[in-house]
T-cell receptor, first 112, second 110 residues
Framework: EAQVTQNPRYLITVTGKKLTVTCSQNMNHEYMSWYRQDPGLGLRQIYYSMNVEVTDKGDVPEGYKVSRKEKRNFPLILESPSPNQTSLYFC???????????FGEGSRLTVL | GESVGLHLPTLSVQEGDNSIINCAYSNSASDYFIWYKQESGKGPQFIIDIRSNMDKRQGQRVTVLLNKTVKHLSLQIAATQPGDSAVYFCAESRDDKIIFGKGTRLHILP
C-alpha cells in the first residue's frame, strides 16, 4: 500500500531533550516536506527536499533540522525542543512538478 | 508571508445542497493551485488542482474555478454529503514550496 509513515504518532517530551520524528515513503517520490499545523494558523512549511542530499527552508525552519540521506526517508530533528514547538506535525511527499502531496497521519508533539 | 487565504473559517451547508468554498491569493505570478480536504484526525488529502492556463476544472462531484482577474479561486462540491464534513485548504505552489491557506471547516446540516 502506498503510504507516508511517521513515527512517533504521539510524543510528550521536556524542554531541551533532543528528539527525531521519522518519515518514510514507499512511492519513490522525489519531493518530501514537513509541515506543522497549529489552531488558527493552518499548515506551515518547515523544510522541504527535492531530492537526496537537497534540503531547503520553508516558512518556519527555526529550531528544526532535516536530512535526506536516502530517497525514502526525511527525518525531522528538534535539537533542543521548546514549548513553542508543541504542535501537530505532518510529513508529505510527491513527485516533482505536482501539487499532489501525500500526507502521513501526523505526529502530535507536546514539549513541557 | 501569507499568499493564499480563505474567506470564511467555517461554512454550514444543508445536506444535498451545493457547497462553495472560496479562496483568495495575492501573488499575480502564481500559476498552480491545489485544494485539499482534511478529515478529523487525519492528514490532508489531495482533491483537485488547477493551473493558471485554465479557468475551470471538474472532478467527481467537485469543480474548481479560477478567476485570475480578481485572484480568486473556489471549490464547489455538488450534492454535499455527510462524508464531505472536513476542513478544506486551498494551496499555492510557488518557488518549489506548497503554501497552504488557513482552511475552512465545512459543517453538514441534516
Amino acid at each position: 500500500e502506498a503510504q507516508v509513515t511517521q513515527n512517533p504518532r504521539y510524543l510528550i517530551t521536556v524542554t531541551g531533550k533532543k528528539l527525531t520524528v521519522t518519515c518514510s515513503q514507499n512511492m519513490n517520490h522525489e519531493y518530501m516536506s514537513w509541515y506543522r499545523q497549529d489552531p488558527g494558523l493552518g499548515l506551515r512549511q518547515i523544510y522541504y527536499s527535492m531530492n537526496v542530499e537537497v534540503t531547503d527552508k520553508g516558512d518556519v525552519p527555526e529550531g528544526y533540522k532535516v536530512s535526506r540521506k536516502e530517497k525514502r526517508n526525511f527525518p525531522l530533528i528538534l535539537e533542543s525542543p521548546s514549548p513553542n514547538q508543541t504542535s501537530l506535525y505532518f510529513c508529505a511527499s510527491s513527485f516533482l512538478n505536482t501539487g499532489e502531496l501525500f500526507f502521513g497521519e501526523g505526529s502530535r508533539l507536546t514539549v513541557l | 508571508g501569507e499568499s493564499v487565504g480563505l474567506h470564511l473559517p467555517t461554512l454550514s451547508v444543508q445536506e444535498g445542497d451545493n457547497s462553495i468554498i472560496n479562496c483568495a491569493y495575492s501573488n499575480s505570478a502564481s500559476d498552480y493551485f491545489i485544494w485539499y480536504k482534511q478529515e478529523s484526525g487525519k492528514g490532508p488529502q489531495f482533491i483537485i488542482d488547477i493551473r493558471s492556463n485554465m479557468d475551470k476544472r471538474q472532478g467527481q462531484r467537485v469543480t474548481v474555478l479560477l478567476n485570475k482577474t480578481v485572484k480568486h479561486l473556489s471549490l464547489q462540491i455538488a450534492a454535499t454529503q455527510p462524508g464531505d464534513s472536513a476542513v478544506y485548504f486551498c494551496a499555492e505552489s510557488r518557488d518549489d514550496k506548497i503554501i497552504f491557506g488557513k482552511g475552512t471547516r465545512l459543517h453538514i446540516l441534516p
